[in-house]
């Protein structure tokens, strides 16, 4: 577990709550300045064709963004930076809003199939894709239709990996079909056995 993670997660209120409800506190021990992604948390997120993106308003709300595109869409830059490509939308602007007040962000990317889920916390960045031409040929999907109006990037200061409790499966079409294909061919390989034993 990334220990900056939770030396940021566990505040006053949160150890006075463990301790009315276990008798005990999470001891946290020293943990660094930001703690890096690794391989794994590379792997797993270009793996991902959506995530949770979270920030805060200037009244203290929440406020929580579904992001999806192909896999691969957000950008691993390096093992402190993410990136993507923010396309044309409904105009509400909220997320690109908060983060210009208050930059603190959470992901939240999921592996449903798996039952895995990575949170990452870290610093945002919002830049107009017009003033940056050259990023905007980097992190867009040719494959997308939609104009680039803003490039996001992403300072990760820390990460944490949770369990799979709780977590139900879930698969898209994609994964259904791949799942299913053994079958599929298996189904084709015994009804041709089976034209040839009818015409025998």
């Given at each position: 577990?990334?220990?900056?993670?939770l030396?940021?997660?566990?505040?006053?209120?949160?150890?006075?709550?463990?301790?009315?409800?276990?008798?005990?506190?999470?001891?946290?021990?020293?943990?660094?300045?930001?703690?890096?992604?690794?391989?794994d948390?590379?792997?797993?997120?270009a793996?991902?064709?959506?995530?949770?993106?979270?920030?805060?308003?200037?009244?203290?709300?929440?406020?929580?963004?579904?992001?999806?595109?192909?896999?691969?869409?957000?950008?691993v830059?390096?093992?402190?930076?993410?990136?993507?490509?923010?396309?044309?939308?409904?105009?509400?602007?909220?997320?690109?809003?908060?983060?210009?007040?208050?930059?603190?962000?959470?992901?939240?990317?999921?592996?449903?199939?798996?039952?895995?889920?990575?949170?990452?916390?870290?610093?945002?960045?919002?830049?107009?894709?017009?003033?940056h031409?050259?990023?905007?040929?980097?992190?867009?999907?040719?494959?997308?239709?939609?104009?680039?109006?803003?490039?996001?990037?992403?300072?990760?200061?820390?990460?944490?990996?949770?369990?799979?409790?709780?977590?139900?499966?879930?698969?898209?079409?994609?994964?259904?079909?791949?799942?299913?294909?053994?079958?599929?061919a298996?189904?084709?390989?015994?009804?041709?056995?089976?034209?040839?034993?009818?015409?025998?």
């Amino acid at each position: 577990m990334a220990l900056k993670y939770l030396e940021l997660a566990m505040t006053d209120a949160v150890h006075r709550t463990q301790t009315q409800y276990y008798g005990r506190t999470v001891d946290i021990p020293g943990a660094p300045e930001r703690d890096p992604l690794g391989q794994d948390e590379a792997e797993f997120i270009a793996e991902r064709d959506s995530f949770y993106l979270g920030s805060i308003s200037e009244t203290g709300w929440p406020y929580i963004q579904h992001r999806g595109g192909p896999k691969g869409f957000l950008r691993v830059v390096n093992e402190t930076t993410l990136a993507f490509a923010d396309y044309k939308g409904n105009r509400q602007l909220l997320t690109t809003g908060n983060v210009s007040v208050n930059d603190r962000v959470a992901l939240f990317l999921m592996d449903y199939p798996n039952r895995a889920r990575l949170k990452i916390l870290g610093h945002a960045r919002v830049e107009d894709a017009r003033a940056h031409p050259e990023l905007v040929a980097q992190l867009a999907d040719p494959k997308m239709q939609s104009v680039v109006e803003r490039l996001v990037f992403i300072d990760v200061v820390s990460f944490d990996w949770n369990c799979p409790k709780y977590i139900t499966p879930r698969y898209s079409i994609e994964e259904v079909e791949e799942l299913a294909a053994p079958l599929r061919a298996r189904i084709a390989e015994l009804e041709s056995e089976l034209r040839a034993a009818r015409a025998g």
